[in-house]
């Protein structure tokens, strides 16, 4: 599948200096994604500060944000981002036959009661977007405001991520 934008190749254009260093130390490269993100600076900074922050600067424990992204590309059928997720997955504790669990059509099996309710609530925001009253009463009773706002905001953010890379064909 062809790129449908260009990406910018990182250390040829001066004014992205500032913001090559920051993915860089965050991310520790600059990978087709960013690299198709600086075609818009101001884009490309906000992308980094809140994938930064979902990623990397939240309360949830890095399995859980991990099976979100994988459930996420998995639902939206982004595999570039499974590819990429998968290593950071099995770095957070996530086995190779949870990994295998999280593609199929429904997680029923292989996880936590708390860890199944997640992947739930990713799907109904993925696929259905509204979240029935009767599923947020169920994740309520287990997170905190700040925690629901931040499995929330991940499921939202890698949605985000992998509808973008779907659109323009950013990937392998």
Not at 67 to 93: C, K, Q, S, W
Request: glycine residues 4%; without cysteine; hydrophobic residues 40%.
């Amino acid at each position: 599948m062809n790129k449908r934008i260009q990406e910018i190749e990182p250390g040829t254009r001066p004014e992205l200096a500032e913001i090559e260093a920051n993915i860089l130390k965050e991310r520790g490269r600059i990978s087709s994604l960013y690299r198709t993100l600086l075609n818009s600076p101001e884009i490309a900074k906000g992308w980094e500060a809140l994938l930064t922050a979902v990623r990397n600067r939240s309360s949830l424990p890095a399995s859980l944000k991990e099976l979100i992204i994988l459930r996420v590309a998995v639902l939206n059928r982004a595999n570039y981002e499974f590819d990429a997720h998968r290593p950071h997955a099995m770095t957070a504790g996530v086995s190779e036959e949870q990994i295998h669990l999280v593609q199929q059509e429904k997680v029923t099996s292989g996880f936590t009661d708390v860890e199944i309710l997640v992947m739930e609530l990713t799907d109904v925001m993925t696929r259905d977007i509204q979240v029935p009253d009767v599923l947020y009463d169920q994740v309520k009773a287990h997170f905190n405001d700040r925690e629901i706002l931040e499995v929330v905001t991940t499921i939202s953010a890698y949605n985000m991520v992998s509808r973008l890379l779907n659109a323009l064909h950013v990937g392998h």
